[in-house]
């Protein structure tokens, strides 16, 4: 069967299968992909072999924010104050301990500078804690690792998705105004412009606690339940093997290993497996794009020569009055 037809199949029997007592999440691949709080004979032997003649595969898995508890990071370099900072380094509220900053963004509707991380990293709004305000200040590094008011502030607060214990959530994420963000990801330099995800996808990830390393999606479609303040309901994940997310890791850009394009943005797992928000919907919701590529390039080869040297030369300028 085809991920198109284990896609149709998971979204038809999803509810059903996620009121299974015991299941934390229901997500595809090409077959049915059950996610089981523990391997338990009783929660066994209620899920179903196949759906419609799609295969179920059952995984243990406790979906888990990675908050920080606090951990030391492996990398001393990534909890240090960096002006300009790069995705992948200490980041958070000043109500928060520490999480990862995932890189800059633009605002699409005003071309302004954003640092990008999680919502539990940057906004507290998620489940049953409501505690940042449009305008709170974000530190660089977090709290946990040393950052403190009004010394390190990096920038503040501008918007953010709610997280609800009610409604359907598809993102972790807030956005915050700074003009001393860098360009590139530590460790990885510059992302790229953004692409879905696809199963067997290697990714590479950066992040505060445990640097850069590599993962595998085995799921694109998921839907699983995220112990944080209170339990969230999240659609449409990522998820990954083995784990690359350590608490603090929050916040990690995650790309593809080849081209460095955006995939994710990683917030939530457990010891065998990371969930990445799709970094298209990060974008679309919060109407922002992830350090993009300069516009129009597959045009210019049909320019001639000097206008296509000026038109390049125009653009770079503009790169340069947004950074």
């Known amino acids: 069967m085809s991920v198109k037809d284990a ?26 992909n059950i996610y089981v709080k523990d391997l338990d004979p009783k929660i066994l032997q209620m899920i179903p072999d196949s759906v419609d003649g799609i295969p179920v595969h059952v995984r243990k898995a406790s979906f888990k924010l990675m908050k920080l508890y606090p951990v030391k990071s492996f990398y001393g370099k990534r909890v240090t104050k960096h002006r300009p900072a790069p995705g992948g380094v200490s980041v958070g509220h000043t109500q928060v301990t520490a999480g990862t900053l995932t890189c800059k963004a633009l605002d699409r509707s005003n071309g ?76 990885i330099g510059e992302p790229d412009s953004t692409m879905e995800p696809y199963v067997g996808q290697n990714i590479i990830k950066s992040g505060r606690t445990s640097g850069v390393n590599y993962t595998k999606v085995i799921d694109i479609g998921a839907t699983i339940s995220v112990e944080g303040d209170g339990v969230c309901l999240f659609h449409n994940q990522i998820i990954t093997e083995p784990a690359c997310l350590l608490p603090g890791d929050s916040g ?40 993009p590529p300069l516009g129009y390039l597959p045009l210019l080869p049909t320019i001639s020569p000097l206008i296509l040297g000026t038109v390049i030369s125009n653009l770079s ?6 950074n």
């Not at 029997?13 to 077959?31: H, K």
């Not at 990690?252 to 990445?276: I, M, P």
């Not at 300028?317 to 947004?322: D, E, F, I, T």
């Open 112 to 187: 302004e500078v954003l640092g990008l991380s999680n919502n539990h990293v940057v906004a507290l709004d998620w489940g049953t804690s409501h505690i940042g305000q449009k305008g709170d200040s974000i530190l660089q590094p977090g709290p946990a690792d040393g950052g403190t008011y009004p010394n390190d502030i990096l920038g503040y607060l501008e918007r953010w998705e709610s997280v609800s214990e009610s409604e359907r959530n598809y993102i972790d994420a807030g956005v915050f105004y700074s003009d001393e963000l860098a360009k590139f990801i530590e460790e």
């Open 317 to 322: 300028g503009v790169r340069k009055l947004a």
């Open 252 to 291: 990690s850009w995650g790309g593809d290993v080849d081209t460095y394009r955006n995939v994710g943005l990683g917030f939530a797992g457990d010891e065998n497996l990371s969930v990445f928000n799709r970094m298209s919907e990060v974008e679309k919701i919060l109407d922002i794009e992830v350090v």
């Open 7 to 32: 896609r149709i199949i998971k979204e038809k029997y999803e509810s059903s299968l996620l009121a299974i007592p015991g299941v934390t999440g229901v997500g595809y691949n090409g077959s049915i």
